[in-house]
T-cell receptor, first 114, second 113 residues
């Protein structure tokens, strides 16, 4: 079956702009979680959506937001980009929730902020 | 709160060497424990898991045993290959929760031929 698809794979933005990233989970999976990965901070949890509701949220400023659609596809948005937002953004899908530990990750969207 | 501590990397080994990557945790009750691997340029993938004390998870020649008495879940492999070069993450899921997954910082493994 098809895996987790993230688009775009690479993008370059400038400070102050906003960006929207998309994640299509494995068919039938209702949970999508998002992570920011940087060399200095490692893997940081952003938020989890389950059946269109945000179920869990990490410690990120309000510039980071997300949503999930009825088909379980999810988007995350970062407004007013800062240089420090440059990172690999990963999403993961799960059948019932990230707490099961059985996550399937996409290859990520690599964001560069200039 | 619950936490996961991994040994700092990078860990550099020669091919066919024995590998141990340490992972210890702090949690109440009996969490589930996981190892994920991230190969260069890819997302993470679940390598193995253990859901109760003394369980041994294994996959692709890697093993880890859930040790409640030492609160550890160390990853081991008897003979590493260059293709094992990757970043390895230890993670914990608290008992009776679908809502949390606690991650370690990751350990980069470099295998030299």
């Amino acid at each position: 079956k098809a895996g987790v698809t993230q688009t775009p794979r690479y993008l370059i933005k400038t400070r102050g702009q906003q960006v929207t990233l998309s994640c299509s989970p494995i068919s039938g999976h209702r949970s999508v979680s998002w992570y920011q990965q940087t060399p200095g901070q490692g893997l940081q949890f952003l938020f989890e959506y389950f059946s269109e509701t945000q179920r869990n949220k990490g410690n990120f400023p309000g510039r980071f937001s997300g949503r999930q659609f009825s088909n379980s596809r999810s988007e995350m948005n970062v407004s007013t980009l800062e240089l420090g937002d440059s990172a690999l953004y990963l999403c993961a899908s799960s059948l019932v929730g990230m707490g099961t530990g059985e996550l399937f990750f996409g290859e990520g969207s690599r964001l560069t902020v200039l | 709160g619950d936490s996961v501590t991994q040994m700092e990397g990078p860990v550099t080994l020669s091919e066919e060497a024995f590998l141990t990557i340490n992972c210890t945790y702090t949690a109440t009750g009996y969490p589930s424990l996981f190892w994920y691997v991230q190969y260069p340029g890819e997302g993470l993938q679940l390598l193995l898991k253990a859901t109760k004390a003394d369980d041994k998870g294994s996959n692709k020649g890697f093993e880890a045993t859930y040790r409640k008495e030492t609160t550890s879940f160390h990853l081991e492999k008897g003979s590493v290959q260059v293709s094992d070069s990757a970043v390895y993450f230890c993670a914990l899921s608290p008992p009776d929760s679908n809502y949390q997954l606690i991650w370690g910082a990751g350990t980069k493994l470099i295998i030299k031929p």
